[in-house]
């Protein structure tokens, strides 16, 4: 029964749409569920004879197994457009039952007022929600996918409505036919091979005009040809879907300076504009937190890393090697906690660390009684849980020249951590091979950086190191770097892409 749908490299536009169409099925209301698995089995004749009379059995499984049984199910009912009926039949559905009090309530909200989408809501797009509803504007969030409560919270301390939908791209289009949008500000991310979100927004836009936030990008991460050494059919999609962002988005924000936004103009031949935004402070922190710590001379500092975690295989090593810094991250940290440092994993909240991928970082952290390991804290308590420690690092051993990656990247790539640790009041410890980040590091003597090859002396700086010093100058830039000041570039972003003549029509599907 299971199907991979059609080729990507024969017929892109079609797996694109089978992409679409291959959501995950709504199975919290029984009575909803059965209706669509009947209409499956009568459009689909394939599944007509295996499900019609098993639905009972199916809808009382264990969670898991049914889970995987409608993916399944899923996957051959989306592999054409005739038997994908009843998937676009129960979007519609559960569109019109689940989602008209949030489509009632965004649609009446008057003024400024702008529709955040994205999969999984991240640090960036909440703080900057926040901001903009200092500014007057109402801000909305349609999100795919089960966050924390802790995450929960947050949405609601940033978002005036939200509504959380299945991981199902059909739903969304359907909700987006309803929505009375001008400004739709959607969160992006390089890979999106199972959730291709942004190309989805802009063709089902109306006449909104669509804001593409990145937080990696993959042009100037790699080449294609870098990715498909280890997944040919996910670099060619993805890469795909990068494109058609890039040449129909409205306007860009991204983590990378003006040399990133050259590189994919000419790549791309795009005029729409594109600005740097980072998740800075807010002012209420950066004001209210008197940055008192000291850290003691006799003690042993305590670092933490608040990040995702290079998934590994059982033998320690990285699935794809080449292609991003696989193991520098676990081969940084064993020589850290070998100095006698102490050395705090905060991992994504988002992504469990009983999975196999991290078994080896367990491994690792079992041996060494000063490397702790746990789960994340949603991004409303990090800054807090962050002040505990004495330095936030974000450091790999690596050789650039080992990387299938572009050296633009080491000059324009930024983590966000390395803003959660400035709002903590964290001096940061980067590598020197990351230039831009370095720079912003060390032109405002908020830690410094090493280079890879002196890993090793991580403890002798942090001896040397002036930081008492430090902390004051993480407070004035705090001060002079909130996102209240900040977030002028996005509204004014937004002013640029409103004022402009509307866009030429979007084709149903993505082209080359």
């Not at 089960?146 to 940033?158: G, L, M």
């Not at 405002?444 to 002196?454: C, E, Q, R, Y």
Request: glycine share 6%; aromatic share 10%.
């Amino acid at each position: 029964m299971e199907t991979n749908g059609p080729n990507v490299f024969t017929d892109p536009d079609a797996f694109y749409h089978f992409r679409i169409s291959a959501g995950e099925l709504y199975s919290r209301d029984p009575h909803f569920l059965r209706i669509t698995l009947n209409d499956i089995a009568k459009t689909v004749p394939v599944l007509g004879s295996l499900i019609e009379n098993e639905i009972d059995a199916l809808l009382n499984a264990p969670h898991e197994q049914q889970r995987f049984i409608l993916d399944e199910i899923t996957k051959v009912a989306a592999s054409s457009f005739e038997f994908s009926a009843a998937l676009r039949q129960h979007a519609e559905s559960y569109a019109l039952q689940f989602c008209a009090d949030f489509v009632a309530a965004f649609n009446k909200t008057t003024g400024s007022k702008v529709l955040f989408v994205c999969g999984r809501p991240y640090f960036q797009i909440m703080r900057e929600a926040q901001a903009l509803r200092k500014q007057g504007f109402s801000t909305a969030l349609v999100h795919l996918g089960d966050v924390s409560e802790d995450i929960h919270e947050f949405i609601a301390q940033s978002f005036d409505l939200q509504l959380q939908l299945p991981e199902n791209l059909l739903i969304l289009i359907a909700i987006l036919s309803k929505l009375e949008a001008k400004l739709i500000h959607v969160q992006c991310w390089m890979h999106c091979f199972d959730l291709p979100l942004a190309p989805v927004v802009i063709q089902h836009k109306g006449s909104a005009k669509v804001i593409c936030e990145f937080y990696d990008l993959l042009t100037v991460f790699s080449e294609k040809w870098a990715l498909a050494q280890y997944n040919p059919e996910f670099a060619e999609f993805n890469f795909y879907i990068d494109e058609y962002v890039w040449t129909h988005g409205d306007g860009f924000l991204v983590r990378a300076p003006k040399i990133a936004h050259d590189d994919l103009r000419a790549r791309y031949k795009i005029t729409a504009p594109i600005i740097e935004m980072h998740p800075y402070p807010s002012r209420n922190i950066a004001s209210g937190r008197k940055i008192d710590r000291k850290r003691s001379s006799g003690g042993i500092p305590n670092l933490v890393y608040a990040g995702s975690l290079t998934p590994l295989k059982a033998d320690g090593k990285p699935h794809w090697p080449r292609y991003a810094d696989g193991g520098g991250i676990l081969s940084a940290y064993t020589n850290i906690v070998e100095q006698g440092l102490n050395l705090t994993i905060l991992h994504d909240p988002n992504k469990s660390l009983d999975h196999p991928d991290f078994a080896y970082y367990a491994e690792r952290a079992n041996k060494y009684p000063n490397f702790q390991l746990s789960n994340g804290v949603s991004p409303k308590k990090l800054s807090e849980l962050l002040g505990q420690f004495d330095f936030g690092i974000s450091v790999v051993d690596f050789t650039p020249t080992d990387l299938d990656v572009r050296p633009i990247l080491f000059k324009t790539a930024v983590a966000t951590k390395i803003f959660a640790y400035l709002e903590a009041g964290l001096p940061v410890i980067v590598n020197k091979e990351h230039e831009y980040t370095a720079e912003i590091i060390e032109s405002n003597n908020l830690g410094f950086a090493v280079h890879s090859s002196k890993l090793g002396e991580i403890r002798s700086k942090i001896e040397a190191f002036d930081y008492e010093q430090c902390l004051e100058d993480i407070r004035t830039f705090n001060t002079n770097n909130t996102i209240e000041d900040k977030i002028g570039r996005v509204t004014d972003l937004y002013e640029t892409v409103l004022s402009e003549m509307p866009t030429a029509s979007i084709h149903d599907c993505p082209n080359h």
